[in-house]
């Protein structure tokens, strides 16, 4: 029975998917607000003008949330452990 050893990093790095969407969404939502409370919605390019304050918020918030996880991949780097492991062969 062998053992190898093995230098490890461990560290808890955040999904960068979920703060991408929540981003999103809260763009999406912040766009809505204004839409609705700024605009008339019986003008004609009321369809054109929903567009931007959905796609540009979204587009923003996507950014932030991208932000905000990549600053918390950073972190975990910074506070990543090294431990040993060892491969037991049976």
């Known amino acids: 029975m062998s053992q190898e050893t093995r230098d ?13 969407l929540f981003g999103a969404v809260l763009g999406v ?3 809505l607000i204004l839409f609705f409370s700024t605009s008339q919605p019986t003008a004609n390019d009321s369809p054109s003008i929903l567009g931007l304050l959905i796609v540009i918020p979204a587009a ?8 905000i996880a990549a600053r918390l ?3 975990s780097v910074a506070k990543s452990r090294q431990v040993q492991a060892a491969k037991l062969d049976e």
């Open 73 to 75: 991949d950073s972190r």
């Open 29 to 31: 939502v912040l766009g």
């Open 60 to 67: 923003l918030g996507a950014g932030v949330g991208l932000l």
């Open 8 to 20: 490890l990093k461990i560290r808890r790095a955040p999904k960068y998917l979920p703060f991408i």
